[in-house]
C-alpha cells in the first residue's frame, strides 16, 4: 500500500515561489507515474502536473505552464512542485497522487492521494 505526504504549502504573495513536495512509501515508487492536483474551494478538483515514473516526460496544465515544475527523485521517493511567480487564482488545496495501478491518463484516473497541502496566495 503506498502512502503520499505532501509539505511545503503556505501563504504567499502574488508573484512569489512555493516548493511543494510529497513523500511516498513503499519500493515501486520508481515504477510509476505521479501527479499534482488541486481544489480550489467551491471547485472541482483539477489536474495540474504529471511527471512519468523516469523523469523523462512531464505535462502541465495551460494554467501553470511556464510557472510550475514538476520533477522526481526516484533514489529518495520524493516529487516536488516548484511553483514560481504565483497568483491569487493558484490559492487551493494541492494534492499528491500517484499511478501505481498504471491506468491514469496524463490527467486523471489516478488511484492513490496524499492528504493535501494548502497554497495561500495574496494579491
Known amino acids: 500500500q503506498v502512502q503520499l505526504v505532501e509539505s511545503g504549502g503556505g501563504l504567499v504573495q502574488a508573484g512569489g515561489s512555493l516548493r511543494l513536495s510529497c513523500a511516498a512509501s513503499g519500493r515501486t515508487f520508481s515504477t510509476y507515474a505521479m501527479g499534482w492536483f488541486r481544489q480550489a474551494p467551491g471547485k472541482e478538483r483539477e489536474f495540474v502536473a504529471t511527471i512519468r515514473w523516469s523523469g523523462s516526460r512531464t505535462y502541465y496544465a495551460d494554467s501553470v505552464q511556464g510557472r510550475f515544475t514538476i520533477s522526481r527523485d526516484n533514489a529518495k521517493n520524493t516529487v516536488d512542485l516548484q511553483m514560481n511567480s504565483l497568483k491569487p487564482e493558484d490559492t487551493a488545496v494541492y494534492y499528491c497522487?500517484?499511478?501505481?495501478?498504471?491506468?491514469?491518463?496524463?490527467?486523471?484516473?489516478?488511484?492513490?492521494w496524499g492528504q493535501g497541502t494548502q497554497v495561500t496566495v495574496s494579491s
Open positions: 497522487s500517484a499511478d501505481t495501478l498504471g491506468r491514469a491518463t496524463w490527467d486523471g484516473g489516478y488511484d492513490t
